[in-house]
């Protein structure tokens, strides 16, 4: 059985505290350059007051907490590693028996903890952060959606220019023309509506305003039905969730409104927000896997000769965080195209680390 020794707790605690350092050295050079000079200008301009400055340097924590968990534990196992290699103390033991892989158990523990602390900043705390700080308000924008017939052709298009809960503004509904020509599809009406109720089973458009058009193209007649009826049953609550998430950013979701989101998109043959939308739910499992990667990483980085370069460790750190964070979005966008199916795209950073831990051990000959 494993059993616990005073070795394990010596590692786990060096390692624990240059974790808790490169963290905070992280998140203060994150905030500072952008989010701390908004806040301060903010705040000096009287648009907010000291208590809303500090709720807003609040909400911003846990979204700068999910990456720095695994840059942290990264940058603390190379440091601390790199300084039992200077010491030797690495050697001594190896010298009483010690594999290499015994030695980084304590650090790969750690590593376990903050993927777990990692996958809970992700599905609770950045999305309560971000709809406390009413970040999805920053984000609406026209909503579009095309109803189609049983032969996949436009049959209504509804745009809707602003919308608040449970009323939506500046409405235009164009039903299609069953004439369809090879270069196009042409109307049959257009109708503007001021505004909208939305309830359970319907939607219902107020003040509105129906344009007729004739085969060429033309309107040819202007009348007033008064209250008209949209999206009944089952259409009507899909579409409303359909609007409201898709103003969304990702990360205001929690895992479960995700998948509710996800299962809509489908249903509405929405292809390509579906994969991308895919693709960010099973990062949210597979990014806290980062934690332990990049704590095995650390272990083997850090490890060297007393007398052997110390730069060198660093700086493939620095790349590893630079090319993981900066590849993340190229991932998402070949997902959300077609090209990699969603899981291939969320897993190859993963599988790209666990060869880079190979790679690395054998080169370290371990």
């Keep these: 059985m494993f059993k616990i020794s005073l070795f394990d707790k010596y590692i786990f605690k060096q390692v624990l505290v240059a974790t808790l350092v490169c963290l905070l050295l992280f998140i203060i050079v994150w905030i500072a350059p952008e989010t701390l000079v908004r806040i301060i200008k903010k705040l000096f301009t009287n648009v907010i007051d000291i208590k809303q400055a500090g709720m807003m340097l609040l909400y911003e924590l846990p979204k700068v907490l999910g990456k720095a968990l695994p840059v942290g534990i990264l940058l603390g196992s190379i440091f601390t590693f790199d300084k039992l290699s200077k010491d030797s103390e690495l050697s ?10 015994r030695i980084m158990v304590p650090v790969i523990v750690l590593g376990v903890i903050l993927s777990v602390m990692c996958f809970f900043v992700g599905d609770r705390m950045i999305p309560y952060a ?9 984000y609406k924008s026209h909503f579009v959606y095309i109803k189609k017939d049983e032969k996949d052709l436009p049959k209504q298009g509804v745009i809707v220019s602003d919308f608040s809960p449970n009323m939506l503004k500046d409405i235009i509904v164009i039903d299609f023309s069953k004439r369809v020509y090879d270069d196009a599809i042409t109307f049959q009406s257009i109708t503007f509506a001021k505004y909208a109720t939305v309830h359970e089973n319907e939607w219902i458009l107020h003040d509105t305003k129906t344009y007729n058009i004739n085969t060429d193209g033309i309107y040819d007649r202007i009348y007033y039905p008064g209250n008209i009826k949209l999206l009944e049953g089952a259409d009507s609550k899909k579409v409303y969730q359909l609007m409201v998430d898709s103003t969304k ?37 597979l990014h806290p896997l980062t934690c332990i990667l990049f704590a095995m990483i650390g272990c083997l980085l850090g490890f060297a000769p007393p007398r052997s370069q110390r730069l060198v460790g660093f700086t493939v750190a620095v790349g590893i965080v630079f090319g993981y964070y900066i590849t993340l979005p190229f991932f998402d966008l070949l997902a959300q195209k077609g090209v990699l199916p969603p899981f291939l795209a969320s897993f190859l950073p993963i599988l790209l680390f666990i060869i880079a831990i190979i790679v690395i051990k054998k080169y370290k000959d371990l």
């Design 92 to 101: 001594i033991l190896r010298g009483i028996g010690l594999s290499f892989s």
């Design 130 to 138: 971000s709809k406390a700080e009413g970040e999805n308000a920053r």
């Design 249 to 285: 950013r990702d990360r205001t979701f929690t895992n479960q409104e995700l998948k509710s989101y996800m299962k809509v998109l489908k249903e509405q043959e929405f292809s390509d927000e579906y994969r991308f939308m895919l693709s960010k739910y099973y990062q949210r499992f």
